[in-house]
């Protein structure tokens, strides 16, 4: 979860320091003790006003009030469970202004908790991504996925209303769509999931959505597609946890097979009616994803529900992934193919003209070998991801 407020830096109030229990009987070495205690004041005095001026003196944190601004106050929220502290590191290093970004460790589960944060924060909004992401595991662990996606969005809700936060941007998947009929997907196509995963968004879009209905909340809902790539810039990338690989994302197993952490590739899934037999996606690059975020922040309204497919429109097969992964990587990747992953569809591809025409937001970072080019990069300068966290 990632809440934001507008910032504007402020001094703090002070505190006084007193001190006693200094005496002497020396009178010989009175003049010599009255300079040490003019000095000392004079230290003490500047200590304080250097202490004023900084952001979190007098226990009272910039992030508990709003303040006007152009630009946003950040607060990560994560329990790490799926998250890892290395990335937050590189945020901090990169945005080091006092009350520019915090991090608070937490889990969305903890109703308690989070009331807290809540309370001590002034939220102007708040972006929700914390959830479980992994179609297959759903299916395993279906309660694990109710309970975090549903039952925690639910307590953010309840949260977000008793303190007054009023813009909510919710990411939501393409999987509450399950398996429709006709392509490309619109966001009118009927809802209608087939694993776990997809069932606790939507179980979690309905609450959002009757919520607003009572309240004046600006909501807009993010249905994401098939997530790929890493900052440009190579300052983040994605790096699961050794027990989530076998989980995990094409992108990051087709890498693993190419750094030989893996021996190869397990495609799941031959016997699809689609062109050459693998399940066809569309993927969307991250850096993408992040700008739609932004502008669906900006764009948020009063009173007013936006959903929208967050997609390149370009459905690709897991074929065509696997030999542009090898282009990416240069490496002779092995391929072993499997039946069928429970939960998985056979086509799922977006018509983003909704979110082109109301948000000016259009998927740049389409060529699907270049956006595997680059997180190719960061994962070979990190081979073991941000390291011990």
Known sequence: MLPVNRSRSQPRAGRSWPFSGMEFSDSRRKPHFL???????????????????????????????????????????????????????????????????????????????????????????????????????????????????????????????????????????????????????????????????????????????????????????????NVIGSDPEGRLGEAPRPELREHGRISGACFDAALGVIPGLKVKGTDYPTADGTCIRDYIDVTDLVDAHVKALDKAEPKKVGIYNVGTGQGRSVKQFVEACKQATGAKIKVEYLSRRPGDYAEVYSDPAKINHELNWTARYTDLQESLSIAWRWQRSHPNGYGRS
């Open 35 to 225: 300079g040490k205690v003019i000095t000392a004041v004079v230290l003490t005095a500047l200590c304080i006003y250097i202490l004023k001026q900084s952001p979190g003196f007098g226990g009272t944190s910039v992030f508990s009030r709003h303040d006007p601004g152009d630009s946003y106050r950040v607060t990560i929220v994560d329990n790490l469970s799926r998250g890892n502290m290395g990335a937050v590191k590189v945020l901090q290093e990169l945005f080091p202004e006092p009350g520019r970004l915090q991090f608070i460790y937490a889990d969305l589960g903890d109703a308690k908790a989070v009331n807290k944060i809540f309370a001590e924060n002034a939220f102007d909004a708040v972006m929700h991504f914390a959830a479980v992401a992994y179609v297959g595991e759903s299916t395993m662990e279906p309660l694990r996925y109710y309970h975090n996606i549903t039952a925690n969005t639910l307590t953010v809700l309840e949260a977000m209303a008793a303190h007054g936060v009023k813009t909510l941007i919710y990411s939501s998947t393409c999987a509450t769509y399950g398996e429709p009929k006709k392509m490309p997907i619109t966001e009118v196509t009927p809802q209608s999931p087939i694993n776990p995963y997809g069932k606790a968004k939507k179980m979690a879009e309905d609450i959002i959505l009757d919520f607003s209905k009572r309240s004046d909340m600006a909501v807009m809902i993010l249905r994401y597609f």
